[in-house]
């Protein structure tokens, strides 16, 4: 079974909007990352936050992370159509040393 | 600097036939993962290599399945007899696993199509 879940599975947006993905999990962990995948590639790692950790920013993406809830965000600011693709989180659930992946959410940024 | 490779792009054959996928990970990475993606089961880890040695194959599905890591350069995922089900995205991924974990890099995966 799938440690993450992400919410919404599909979001269409318009370009220059910000676009909001949530996850959650079930086990607690040492860390949460994000990553992008475009059509037809691989997966792209974006963004690692630490359980110790409540936010952190890259660029246009902000993320955060609520461990009391078992949940995590991704926002993606002034969004571009070539932020088009699916986002999937990953946790990283300690001495197993592998991620486990959601089920990803499909973004669509309308031009 | 040269991300990860997988080979064949995309492979099409006929049930029963034997079939190999092959992946080069990056050049220092010690970790190295096999993955199936498909639309109703999403992202699956099949196994996964640490320092060539295999750690956890749990993911494997059936017997079918077998993996193998000679180098650290080299792995292979090898499916036979195949079956129409096995029809998937096959992602490899490598990461540097020290103390903690670090990002996965992947390549871009073979889509393969048994009839």
């Known amino acids: 079974s799938q440690q993450g879940e992400e919410d919404p599975q599909a979001l269409s947006i318009q370009e220059g909007e910000n676009a909001t993905m949530n996850c959650s999990y079930k086990?607690?962990?040492?860390?949460l990352q994000w990553y992008r995948q475009n059509s037809g590639r691989g997966l792209v790692h974006l963004i690692l936050?630490?359980?110790?950790?409540r936010e952190k920013h890259s660029g246009r993406l902000r993320v955060t992370l609520d461990t009391s809830k078992k949940s995590s965000s991704l926002l993606i600011t002034a969004s571009r159509a070539a932020d088009t693709a699916s986002y999937f989180c990953?946790?990283?659930?300690?001495?197993?040393?592998?991620?486990?992946f959601g089920s990803g959410t499909q973004l669509t940024v309308l031009p | 600097d040269a991300g990860v490779i997988q080979s064949p792009r995309h492979e099409v054959t006929e049930m029963g036939q034997e079939v190999t996928l092959r992946c080069k990970p990056i050049?220092?990475?010690?970790?190295l993962f096999w993955y199936r993606q498909t639309m109703m089961r999403g992202l699956e880890l099949l196994i996964y290599?640490?320092?060539?040695?295999?750690?956890?194959d749990s993911g494997m599905p059936e017997d079918r399945f077998s993996a193998k890591m000679p180098n650290a350069s080299f792995s292979t995922l090898k499916i036979q007899p195949s079956e129409p089900r096995d029809s998937a995205v096959y992602f490899c991924a490598s990461s540097f696993q020290g103390i903690s974990n670090q990002p996965q890099h992947f390549g871009d995966g073979t889509r393969l199509s048994i009839l």
């Open positions: 290599f640490n320092n060539n040695v295999p750690i956890d």
């Open positions: 086990t607690s962990i040492n860390n």
């Open positions: 936050i630490r359980s110790n950790e």
């Open positions: 050049s220092g990475h010690n970790s």
């Open positions: 990953a946790t990283d659930s300690g001495s197993a040393r592998q991620l486990t």
